[in-house]
Nanobody, 119 residues
């Protein structure tokens, strides 16, 4: 059974930092592209960042470039999202997801962790 469990969310002031973690189990972690998504109340889920299976290539949305960094540790089956210079508009539930090599869609999703940035 595949499980993705996010942690690290919380309440932070504008300009602060948080590091989200996503621990994966039940899958061969190194064979999956890992992504981070977020969904604010009343809005659609949006892509934040992703990282390929060996961590050599990352992608991020323009809204977070220069502020958020995605990384992974395949020895710990964990993907991270370091979030710096947080803004109130970053407030959302953050989800990690796993996509098998060659797949178009993400196969597995975590339950999410809430990030709230106060102004």
């Amino acid at each position: 059974q595949v499980q993705l469990v996010e942690s690290g969310g919380g309440l932070v002031q504008t300009g602060g930092s948080l590091r989200l973690s996503c621990a994966a189990s039940g899958l061969t972690f190194s064979r999956y592209i890992m992504g981070w998504f977020r969904q604010a109340p009343g809005k659609e889920r949006e892509f934040v960042a992703s990282i390929n299976w060996i961590g050599g290539r990352t992608y991020s949305d323009d809204s977070v470039k220069g502020r958020f960094t995605v990384s992974r540790d395949n020895t710990k089956n964990t993907v991270y999202l370091q979030m710096n210079l947080l803004k109130p508009e970053d407030t959302a539930a953050y989800y990690c997801a796993a996509k098998g090599i060659g797949n178009q869609e993400y196969d597995y999703w975590g339950q999410g962790t809430q990030v709230t940035v106060s102004s």
